[in-house]
């Protein structure tokens, strides 16, 4: 069970948390609640190399089919193969369902903390 | 700047995520979410504001020939108290809405359209008025909400707080001077999820009311307030078309599997002419199974043997059934139930397969 508190976000509200030189990536409990229930899940493969700003993957919902934009640029570990068959898992606890972890992190685009991102939020819902 | 229903403020206090729809502003879903609306209504109950539906009033002595000019459906055998399915064609046999026609007495009809087309019905049906036929239409939606109480639980969360008298007891029938509680209602025994349950109209103003009587009344039963994505879902598991989607100016309702509701043998009827020439039919509906991985839904090519034999009208995750599936219209030569078939997601092949429809019946 991973804090909340703990991550860096996105303004994609992708969160972000450090294992070592290596990066876990998912998405913020905000973003499952604003997606509604999650339905399907796309991830890369192990071995593809990220872009910072690009697409990762996507995640649909009954109405909508939205991209996971990376935060970093790197290259993927492993997948969390579990959402592929369980795409709700997202939606009942998005900070242990993490989508890729990745290595060989290269560029990392401006991150927020729980704080910062919870101002983001506020302001973007305004 | 959309119209909001009467039930505006309750959609709000019941936690409704509001969007744009239709002219109106109306709740996609609410905290539950749409799996669990969704399921509600499959087995339990789910009530559902669809007041942006559209009403006119059809009167005067030529009611009954003008209906079955204009329409494609045949009224003639009515009885009062009826509910009548019927698609509204343009001269080209493409479809200009779908609607439901009551019949309330000789030369009295109530016509329940779809929200973002009431405007263009009616003026569609003020301007195709043959020469000396003599009807009176009324655009009357303003005056109106509409709630749908849908699911196996309905009648018995109606019985609670109305009496028998005003519970019609067949399918596609109404009661007019119903009473729900001590409100007065029209009470029509219809509706849009596959499921038993009843469409109840009544003055605008009563809507809140009625709204907190019926959910009040259907707490036990484990009734759910429903927004439009379940009303989505629902509809495409039993596979009824959705205006806009399925069918629209171009398609005829032949085309979309509303061959029931197209009274070929009748008179003279708007776009006749141009069904009797789409006969064999060039393209015809059929259902998509997603075998593969991925969620097909609208606008989607769908391919046979490498070739493009049509696309997709309408789909997404169904719940109930717990997969991906879809409505699409094809070329008739390769319409094929149990043909495999790939749908193009975004630059995607997803494999899937031709199958009947509807994709969920009720088990009565």
Redesign the interface.
Known sequence: MIDPKEPKYSKSHEWVRYDGDDVVIGISDYAQESL??L??V?LPEVDDELTVGEALGDV????A?SDIISPVSGKVTEINEAL?DSPEMI?EDPYDAWFVKVTDVQETEDLLSADEYDEFVKEEEA | MEKKTPLYETHVKYGGKMVPFGGFILPVQYETGIKKEHMAVRTAAGLFDVSHMGEILVSGPDSLKYLNYVLTNDFTDMEDWQARYSPMCNENGGTVDDLIVYKRGDNDYFVVVNAANTEKDYNWMCSHVPEGCDVKLVNDSDNWCQLALQGPKSPEILAKIAAPESIPEVYYTAIFNGKVGDIDCVVSRTGYTGEDGFEIYSAAENAPALWEMILKAGEEFGILPCGLGARDTLRMEAAMPLYGNDMDDTVSPKTAGLGFAVKMDKDDFIGKDALVADQPLARRRVGIKVTGRGIVREHCDVYRDGEVIGHTTSGTFLPYLGGSYAMAIVDSSKREIGAPVQVDVRGRMVDAEQVKLPFYKRSK
Do not use: Q, R
């Not at chain 1, 649909?60 to 109405?63: D, F, G, I, Y």
């Open positions: 509604g229930d339905v399907f796309n649909e919902s009954v109405k089919v592929l939606n």
